[in-house]
């Protein structure tokens, strides 16, 4: 079984790796700040929200595999499954994961709490996207250190009245 | 408030093992942006936190907004140290809550 998990990451790792990286290694910020990728600004609720769970860390590309379509036919049920790469032992462990979406009307769409007990940091959800967006998962680390992804999703259909 | 509110859980489970548990709930979520026919807003109405205590012992909690889809799912992972019980505890805004519980059988 964890041979199994271990495979999944990994391949999901890669994918981020050969698929996302490129998206992603153009700081977030610059992105934000008008570059002809970002087809859907950053909302200034994401804006404060990022720089408010950021705080003073600077976070870290890579290590959290984010499984998410690159088109969601329907915005009001998109499945997410984000993996964290952490040993989860009471030395270093992930102690938060952050969903947050850079176009909804709420840019918050989750935090999950985590502990060594659950020895995988891996989490399931179905989030909400209102239009083609991207977005990012920030994970906290027991050290204080920050990871961060991002996944651009195109949506057909956006979330209804989100 | 919520309603149905079901854990699934694998069925064996080794002293030790690391388990996915998986769990939905039937509920509304809704954002308190859309408007009915008549124009007037729908308030806001969702569960905002997810708590997973296994034996009495906090192993999961998660605080949701309205960017989590409607009858929200979620799934975690948990070593199981031995048989127990998980009691999940789901509270919307108004403060009501709901619980189920499960067996963790372990072989």
């Known amino acids: 079984m ?43 609720e994401f804006k404060d929200v990022f720089a408010k769970l950021v705080g003073a860390a600077t976070p870290v590309d890579g290590r959290i595999a984010v499984d998410l379509p690159e088109t969601a036919d329907n915005g ?3 499945p997410i499954t984000i993996a964290v790469d952490s040993p989860m ?3 270093d462990h992930v102690t938060a994961i952050h969903l947050l979406s850079t176009a909804n009307p709420h840019a918050h769409v989750a935090t999950f709490h985590l502990s060594p007990v659950n020895a995988i940091a891996r989490v399931q959800s179905r989030m909400r996207l209102a239009k083609t967006q991207d977005v990012i998962v920030l994970a906290t680390l027991s050290g204080g250190d920050m990871l961060i992804s991002t996944t651009r999703v195109q949506v057909a259909i956006g979330g209804c009245g989100i | 408030m919520g309603r149905n509110p079901r854990i699934k859980l694998p069925d064996t489970i080794k002293a030790g093992e690391v388990i996915e548990v998986k769990t ?6 809704e954002t308190g942006n859309r408007h009915d026919k008549n124009g007037q807003r729908i308030p806001r109405d969702i569960i905002n936190t997810f708590i997973a205590k296994f034996e009495g012992h906090e192993v999961f909690r998660a605080e949701f907004g309205p960017g989590i889809s409607a009858n929200p799912y979620l799934a975690f992972e948990m070593r199981v140290p031995g048989p127990g019980t998980m009691e999940i505890t789901w509270i919307d805004d108004h403060g009501a809550s709901i619980t189920a519980t499960a067996p963790v059988n372990v072989a």
């Open chain 2, 24 to 29: 939905v709930i039937t509920h509304v979520m």
């Open chain 1, 76 to 78: 009001n049920f998109v």
């Open chain 1, 2 to 44: 964890p041979d199994r998990i271990a495979i999944s990451i990994l391949s999901r790792r890669t994918f981020v790796a050969s698929g996302v990286a490129a998206f992603t290694m153009t700081p977030l910020i610059a992105r934000a700040d008008g570059s002809p990728k970002a087809t859907s600004e950053p909302s200034q």
């Open chain 1, 89 to 91: 032992t009471e030395a």
